[in-house]
């Protein structure tokens, strides 16, 4: 009777687990519409990080239509779920796949010179693909975007929304005044691996203090905040589109790309967009146009639409609607995917990890395990270097634990780079077993900056995108301070007990064999030139300023200058990329811009005294 016993307590336990595996697998079902209506009162292009948060918004008021355009799919595979994986769609079928023109300082690792740009093509956009970083930047950054014509977009301002967005997990950070405990947006803090705190013991040596990056201050050596809530990635169409997809009042089409904003005069009354069977349809907007497609996709579509620089819309043989500079202003973030460095302790993620069968069982089952961590960056870091005459940091670094070059799939292939293959066996080779960490190191505003054109008059051409990357001597500068931080964290006791070193003790850089390693500036000038590309921080094509700044494509409202029921509402009217990874400042600005379409605040000031500061 007691063996018996014990099986049905064995049989009714496996069945519990197997019907609870099977509840949150269920693939997410969404009613996307084949075709919309002919008219609403509100179309936004672009279902990314700010396009869902603004369909959610707008459609709060039911007496609204609203209308969602995305050119990518649903984004309902697991795979956009769970942590570790939502990375591997970049370069894949859920990525624009977008690159830039030839560079002449940094991407030598690539074919040309052509750096790739990742830009998310699917609901939820980057925010669905992204490394699920929680930044919001630095508070001076948005006091200095109100300086410079973008009123009203201070600190003082902005930190409401990042609050109202916010739902924390953190027991900690949820008693701070700088954290939000209400919003869509599920935040929390990870720790991925005791690597990390071998850096902030580190860091400590270095008399540099950990805590809330996104709270009093910045500067330091800290444990990553994520957008991860209840152990699955929380992209904006997971967070805000997906619950509220019943609304009647709000309708989603997807694979649906739009062509050009649609103008009757100087009034934007619509948007004709492409289906994947090359048909055209046309929607006519009652009240608003809002393109949220990013910083290439919103510039391209306003070129395309005959807004932009004349010379260049005249010559492609596009009517002009409005000569505005869009396209310039492009920033971005140029970081190294390294350096790499080598451990002796077995206390970072190995890559063969991720496919074990125990670690898929964690996350399937109970959503626990690496894949609810995401794998990725352990620790973030903000310096200040001998460059930096302001009292904000002026280089960032995060800190991957495992090599984020050997990130590579069952199928061999290296996901996030594209490697001449000589570079990938010669200097990039992966040893299996090694443990070992990455650090990412860019300056938090660039001083290089780049611009956008359109290729020619179609809409199915790539634009032409030059990023500049390290034309300006700073950058090179800033980014070698970095490198030598970190040659001052790997020399503390804490790192010694690692015994630390240098991919860079074992081979050189490709292109810089000549070179001494590891020591001269030379070399890691070489070593920057041959490994620098993107951030994923594209930002400033339809940069927002004062109505008399004439480098400024929107006004502090983002609507478009000279144009009427026409507004841009992502992280393209950036003045300036902000000093941190920019999705959660995309989010911010969506919600701010939700509040500046319908006519009032959602938000009242912050009072920092009010809650019980932890840190």
């Given at each position: 009777m007691v063996e018996a016993g014990k099986v049905a307590v064995i049989v009714l336990g496996l069945a519990a687990a197997l019907g609870y595996y099977l509840t949150r697998n269920t693939k997410l079902k969404i009613p996307v519409r084949a075709e919309p209506d002919k008219e609403y009162d509100y179309i936004i292009v672009g279902g990314g990080s700010a396009g869902c948060v603004l369909a959610n918004r707008l459609s709060e008021d039911k007496a609204s239509t609203v209308l969602l355009l995305e050119a990518g799919d649903e984004g309902t595979a697991k795979e956009l779920e769970v942590p570790s994986k939502g990375a591997g769609e970049v370069h894949g079928p859920r990525d624009w796949?977008?690159?830039?023109?030839?560079?002449?300082?940094a991407c030598g690792n690539w074919p040309?010179?052509?750096?790739l740009l990742p830009s998310g093509k699917t609901l939820g956009g980057s925010s669905a693909i992204n490394t699920l970083l929680y930044v919001r930047g630095n508070k001076a950054d948005y006091d200095e975007w109100d300086k410079m014509g973008a009123t009203g977009w201070n600190y003082d301002n902005v930190l409401p929304y990042f609050i109202k967005a916010e739902n924390t997990e953190d027991k900690k950070l949820k008693k701070s005044p700088y954290h939000g405990t209400e919003g869509l947006l599920k935040t929390s803090l990870v720790k991925n691996t005791p690597l990390g705190d071998y850096l902030v013991e580190a860091a400590a040596e270095l008399n540099l203090t950990s805590g809330d990056y996104n709270g009093e201050e910045q500067i330091g050596v800290h444990y990553s905040q994520t957008t991860i809530g209840d152990g699955m990635r929380a992209s904006t169409s997971r967070m805000y589109l997906f619950?509220?997809?019943?609304?009647?009042?709000?309708?989603?089409?997807?694979?649906?790309?739009?062509?050009?904003?649609?103008?009757?005069?100087?009034?934007?009354?619509?948007?004709?967009?492409?289906?994947?069977?090359?048909?055209?349809?046309?929607?006519?907007a009652r009240k608003e146009v809002i393109i949220s497609a990013g910083a290439i996709?919103?510039?391209?579509?306003?070129?395309?639409?005959?807004?932009?620089?004349?010379?260049?819309?005249?010559?492609?043989?596009?009517?002009?609607?409005?000569?505005?500079?869009?396209?310039?202003?492009?920033?971005?973030?140029?970081?190294?995917?390294?350096?790499?460095?080598?451990?002796?302790k077995p206390i970072s993620n190995l890559e063969e990890t991720r496919f074990e069968f125990l670690e898929e069982l964690k996350y399937d089952w109970f959503r626990t395990g690496i894949h609810s961590k995401g794998m990725l960056i352990d620790n973030m870091i903000w310096i200040k270097t001998r460059l930096q005459r302001k009292p904000q940091p002026d280089v960032q670094i995060q800190i991957l634990p495992f090599f984020a070059t050997s990130d590579v799939g069952q199928d061999g292939i290296v996901r996030q780079f594209n490697w001449d293959e000589k570079v990938r066996k010669d200097y990039y080779a992966y040893k299996k077993g090694q443990h070992g960490f990455t650090a990412m190191v860019f300056p938090t505003r660039a001083a290089s900056t780049g611009h956008l054109k359109l290729k020619s008059k179609y809409p199915d051409e790539d634009p032409l995108i030059h990023t500049n990357y390290l034309a300006n001597r700073n950058d090179v500068k800033r980014m070698i301070e970095g490198i030598r931080f970190i040659e001052k964290l790997l020399a503390t006791k804490a790192m010694k007990k690692l015994r630390p070193r240098f991919r860079e003790s074992v081979r050189k850089m490709p292109g810089c064999e000549q070179l001494e390693a590891g020591f001269s500036d030379e070399y890691w000038k070489c070593y920057l030139k041959q490994n620098v590309q993107t951030m994923y921080h594209l930002a400033g094509t339809c940069k927002m300023g004062g109505v008399g700044d004439p480098t400024a494509v929107v006004d502090p409202q983002l609507r478009v200058k000279g144009l009427h029921h026409l507004r841009v509402v992502d992280a393209s009217i950036m003045p300036f990329v902000v000093s941190g990874n920019t999705n959660a400042p995309t989010i911010m600005i969506a919600e701010r811009g939700a509040d500046l379409i319908k006519g009032f605040s959602s938000v009242e000031p912050v009072d920092l005294t009010k809650k019980k500061r932890t840190y």
């Open positions: 796949k977008y690159k830039t023109v030839r560079q002449e300082n040309n010179n052509e750096c619950p509220v997809m019943h609304r009647k009042n709000l309708h989603v089409v997807v694979h649906a790309e739009a062509n050009k904003v649609l103008f009757k005069g100087h009034l934007a009354v619509g948007v004709e967009y492409a289906t994947p069977l090359d048909t055209h349809v046309t929607v006519l996709g919103s510039a391209r579509l306003l070129l395309l639409s005959g807004v932009g620089p004349k010379d260049h819309l005249q010559e492609l043989g596009i009517s002009v609607v409005a000569d505005l500079p869009v396209g310039q202003n492009l920033h971005d973030h140029p970081t190294t995917w390294g350096p790499e460095i080598y451990i002796d």
